[in-house]
């Protein structure tokens, strides 16, 4: 149980360790370390260590050239979550509404076909990431740059407490380590460590999500890019991605056929719909509207159009950012 | 309000105003001696006391310019006070004599008349004001002509203001708006529904000259609700009808850099600020999230009461304030969000900041949120809309058939709320929210019952994602 102690001595003097370190600091604080009483710690606060040397721990994680020494874990998902086919999502904080539906539609399709979804729980994309998979059902797994007790950005607090219900949240750092900008380049290690492919949905030029493809890259692991307007500055590191080689991704279908899996047959829309809303859903399959070109498109008016985006909206069928509805295909 | 005057004979002459007046009621003094000198009246050569009764309530204002010098007049014996006594009186002097208008003459017209008399001696300026109180004003130029009424010499002629009555112009038309269909729902409802509206989107695409349109599809104000918005613009000092009754809904659009007192009013006499001027009207906050928290938090209690209670360590103030609330705002802090013409540059953490500032509890008042998109070309080059005139005959319509109280729902509408609630993050005070804007789509669509279509459209305008931190 050596880990333990190094997690723990690393937490204690603020530094990030990945070996024993020959100090006599080191060696002093690891000879009075009661590792069973920090166990039982831990227990008392729901949380568990999965050490280096332990089978628990995900053999991806441990092939990268810096693995962690082990893993702090909150959550009621099984440990072997963490063995599973796993696929991480990442992306910009600050997203565009056609970003922020592209996560939630990967993490949602990619769960329902058996993936495990990891991602940051950061704002904007790592946190629709996580919704999606929480959407459809699975089990999804948050990777913090700081302590698994601290619920960190504050308002993904709902968020952390729903993906710990049935997934897991992890990190190398001991419960009661700050966030620290230090920190999120190390956690961006895990995340593309634990992860088969990193799938990068939106990013600026010198993005954070840029790093963890590049670490994915480092340890030979799939990257994928989703594709976005060559005129927006929020699809400036992906597009450069796939210009350098990066796998397109133009649907989940696309990343389940890496996996061998095949997408689950979608149901068909129209057994509950009004034809008022299956009118609009046809359009808006085709291009995101806003309901002005909606009107002129459809031929009707903004009152029967507000009740329509309400019936697809409650089915699953399309989504609203920004003023521009945008249709999901069918959940399934 | 009682004015009284004590002459007493003294060495030297003087002259006093007791009962708690403020500085213009004490300057007073010097306007009512050169009055009645000017209108070639004796000034007393006694020492006067001019006492404002009840004594224990602050007077403020040049209103009591004119009842001072009836009385100290009267007193005096230069005028019968029997016939004084028969007369509310009020207005201000000018130091040749001449009466000026003063603000808040309906206000004092009604308090004269619930008092029981049966006219007012005002400025001439006033005296339109003052009879839409339904009391006989007699209309006065100077000193001279009241001392000559009073006196029963003549009677003041009548008041021919010299202007002409020019009408207010009309609120800007809906048919100058071509496309957004969808803001022009928004503001159908709102009218019809006295709903709280919030327009999103990015700069320079007309949120503001949308809003600028909800009074010209508002209904005329009824009678009783006239006066009253007539009277608070008044007291303010702010009325531009030239004494006639204010009949279309006000509409006020405070700026962002205006403090909480000018806003829900205040100062050491309370006044009223622009949510008050708003009453029965609109209220238009352009730039929302710019307005200072204590200005936002401040506009809940109206919200939620339709009133504003200023407290004084004099007493209280309360005014009415039952407006409807339009907000616009940029849905970030640069406003290149949602604009397909720009690049929006602020940060995850400016962005989070900029949500913050709009409190869950300032968004749950909001009954109607849309975003406006920036309109392509060819809804720019569309035929323009329908005027005005014609929504606002849908919006009366709607507004008798929702006086009977709210409509009944359909079971299909309750299943379809239930399974609302279940799948939407929508709060207690949501759900409340859409049923009401239901009943108001139901009202505009002239149906009995409140239908599972209804309540769709009413879900389609709750704060979507955007708006969540």
Known sequence: ?332 | MEVEAHLQLAETPSFAIVGLADRACQEAKERVRSGIKSAELDWPKHRVVVNLAPAGLKKEGSGFDLPIALTILAASAQIPARALARHAVFGELALDGRLRPVGGVLAVAEGAKRLGYESILCPAESSVEASLAGIDAIPLRHLVEAVAFLRGDSVPPPYVPQNGHKPLPDAPDLADVRGQERARRALELAAAGRHNLLLAGPPGIGKTMLARRLPGILPKLAGDEALEVTRIHSVAGVLRTHGHLIETPPFRAPHHSASTAAIVGGGPGPRPGEASLAHLGVLLLDEFPEFPRPVLEALRQPLEDGAITIARVSGHAVFPARFQLVATMNLCPCGGRADPGAECSCSAQQLARFRAKLSQALLDRFDLVVTVPRPRAPELAAAPGEPSSEVRCRVERARAGLQDGPPQRTPEANALLDRAVERLPLSGRGRARVTRVAATVAALAGAETVGADHLAEALSFRASRDFAT
Request: aromatic share 6%.
């Open chain 1, 1 to 332: 149980m050596s880990e333990i102690a190094l997690a723990a001595f690393a937490a204690e003097t603020g530094s990030h360790l990945i070996w024993e370190p020959a100090s006599a600091a080191f060696s002093r604080f690891s000879g009075s370390f009661d590792a069973r009483s920090y166990a039982r710690s831990l227990e008392e606060q729901g949380l568990r260590f999965v050490a280096r040397s332990s089978g628990g721990y995900p053999e991806l994680l441990r092939a990268i050239h810096d693995p962690p020494p082990g893993l702090f874990v909150r959550g009621g998902g099984a440990d072997d979550l963490l063995h599973r086919t796993t696929v991480a999502i990442v992306g910009a904080r600050a997203s565009s509404s056609y970003g922020t539906h592209v996560a939630r539609m990967l993490g949602r399709e990619l769960a329902a076909a058996g993936l495990v979804v990891v991602s940051g729980m950061a704002r904007g994309i790592d946190g629709e990431a996580h919704r999606g998979a929480l959407e459809a059902g699975g089990p999804t797994v948050a990777v913090l740059g700081c302590g698994v007790d601290r619920d960190y950005p504050a308002a993904h607090a709902a968020l952390a407490r729903a993906i710990a219900e049935t997934g897991l949240i992890v990190s190398e750092y001991a419960p009661g380590v700050e966030p620290a900008p230090w920190r999120f380049p190390a956690r961006n290690r895990i995340i593309a460590g634990l992860a088969q492919a990193t799938v990068v949905v939106e990013a600026r030029e010198r993005s954070g999500a840029l790093i963890t493809a590049d670490l994915a890259l480092d340890e030979g692991r799939e990257v994928f890019a989703v594709p976005g307007e060559i005129t927006s500055a929020l699809s400036a590191g992906t597009n450069a991605l796939l210009r350098l080689g990066a796998t397109p991704v133009t649907s989940a279908a696309d990343l389940l056929e890496r996996f061998g899996l095949t997408p689950p047959a979608p149901i068909d829309p129209s057994a509950d719909l009004d034809p008022t809303s299956l009118r609009v859903y046809e359009v808006l399959r085709e291009a995101p509207a806003t309901v002005d070109e909606l009107v002129s498109s459809t031929g009707l008016d903004a009152a029967d159009l507000g009740p329509a985006l309400t019936m697809l909206d409650l089915a699953g069928l399309v989504t609203e950012g920004e003023g521009l509805y945008r249709g999901v295909r069918p959940p399934g």
